[in-house]
């Protein structure tokens, strides 16, 4: 199993940028792709986007394609969420999760097995 730790929410107008953390822990070698998910209030939790954690091929959602960037430093077992021109539908509890299974990339919630605890984004108009 593999600890996840997020860092970095807050809030901010729209237009600004936050920049989330998530701090890897556990069995890291066992993890093939990391990823970012939100929940919105009264919403499902939706894909944002994913990285293949040895090659580093990354995915997005179309929303969020061009304003957000995945990256990751598996030295430090850190993954990261650059979010530039947030927009207030941008507002939800942002999740980091791991998977273990062998795909290069997936956006399947049910692939993922290790979640964070999640933080909070508030963008306002």
């Known amino acids: 199993q593999v600890q996840l730790v997020e860092t970095g929410g807050g809030s901010v107008q729209a237009g600004g940028s936050l920049r989330l953390s998530c701090a890897a822990s556990g069995r890291t070698s066992s993890t093939y792709v990391m990823g970012w998910f939100r929940q919105a209030p009264g919403k499902e939790r939706e894909f944002v986007a994913c990285?293949?954690?040895?090659?580093?091929?990354?995915f997005y959602e179309d929303a969020v394609r061009g304003r957000f960037t995945i990256s990751r430093d598996n030295v430090k077992n850190n993954l990261y969420l650059q979010m530039n021109s947030l927009k207030p539908e941008d507002t939800a509890v942002y999740y980091c999760?791991?998977?273990?299974?062998?795909?290069?990339?997936?956006?399947?919630?049910?692939?993922?097995?290790?979640w964070g605890q999640g933080t909070q984004v508030i963008v306002s108009a």
């Open positions: 999760a791991a998977s273990r299974r062998p795909y290069a990339i997936t956006d399947n919630e049910q692939d993922f097995d290790s």
């Open positions: 990285i293949n954690w040895v090659g580093g091929s990354t």
